[in-house]
């Protein structure tokens, strides 16, 4: 079985960016705000929008963060998709 795998092309300035929480909630904000603005501060457009969801201690439940995850899959302006942070979920 063979695989025709290609990279994606590489990331420039003024490509969009769209930050997911696909598992646990954001809690430590300020280290988020600052690693965000590294990314801006490098040119890229950053969409950060549904990520203050909660449920337990999770970023939303599983439909939302699959839904999350699928819109920025599919939003062709999308050229990078980053995960808020990580965890078990």
Known sequence: MSFNCQPP???KPRD???????????REWEAF?????????????????????????LAGCDSSRRQQLLDA???PE????????GGYG
């Open 9 to 11: 092309p590489r990331l």
């Open 33 to 57: 705000d600052r690693g965000v603005e590294i990314w801006r501060q490098q040119g890229y457009k950053v969409d950060c929008t549904d990520i203050n969801n909660r449920w337990g201690y």
């Open 78 to 85: 999308c050229c990078g998709i980053l995960c808020a942070r």
């Open 16 to 26: 969009l960016l769209r930050v997911i929480a696909p598992s646990g909630a954001l």
């Open 73 to 75: 899959w599919q939003d």
